[in-house]
């Protein structure tokens, strides 16, 4: 299951590539194509557009670092017997059952994808759920959000 949870990210990410270059690549036409402050000294579209082009690229760069981990992860050992950099792991709400599965990895939190009948969301180390889940074993218990989680799986 882990190699196609990768597997769905790295396809994931490779769009995301993709549609972030095209959309780079015409926000800086129309930045060029912009009046100037020396055309219209009101008109702030060429600055504008242009501080659009550098978030992309920065999203863009993002994508392509979450990218290159992913397919290095692919090869790589996995962590064992607790959620470390790597991991895929499901934790389950003790008091209504429902099961959440993540994937712990360096960049690219925030994304989601369906493998098997099941939603895996990336996280990053920095988000709060990642923060109290590394290190954690099958059967430990953390809360978060004002609810109790055990951890079920580890991969």
């Known amino acids: 299951m882990k190699n196609s949870v990768l597997s769905a990210f790295s396809d994931l990410f490779s769009e995301k590539i993709q549609s972030l270059t095209l959309i780079l690549e015409d926000t800086r036409k129309r930045a ?14 060429k600055f504008n557009i242009s501080n659009l082009a550098v978030g ?16 290095t992860l692919r090869h790589s050992d996995s962590p064992g017997g ?18 959440l599965n993540f994937v712990l ?10 493998v098997c009948d099941a939603e895996i969301i990336s996280i990053t180390p920095g988000a709060p759920i990642a923060r109290i889940s ?16 055990r951890v079920i799986e580890i991969t």
């Open 32 to 45: 060029q194509a912009a009046p100037g402050s020396n055309v219209s000294h009101s008109d702030t579209s």
């Open 56 to 71: 992309i690229e920065a999203q863009l760069n993002l994508a392509r670092e979450a990218l290159v981990y992913l397919r």
């Open 82 to 99: 607790m959620v470390a950099i790597g991991s895929l792991f499901t934790i389950v709400d003790i008091k209504n059952g429902k099961k």
């Open 105 to 114: 990895l360096i960049k690219g939190g925030g994304e989601k994808v369906q």
């Open 134 to 149: 590394i290190s954690k074993k099958v059967g430990d218990e953390l809360n978060f959000n004002g609810r109790v989680y």
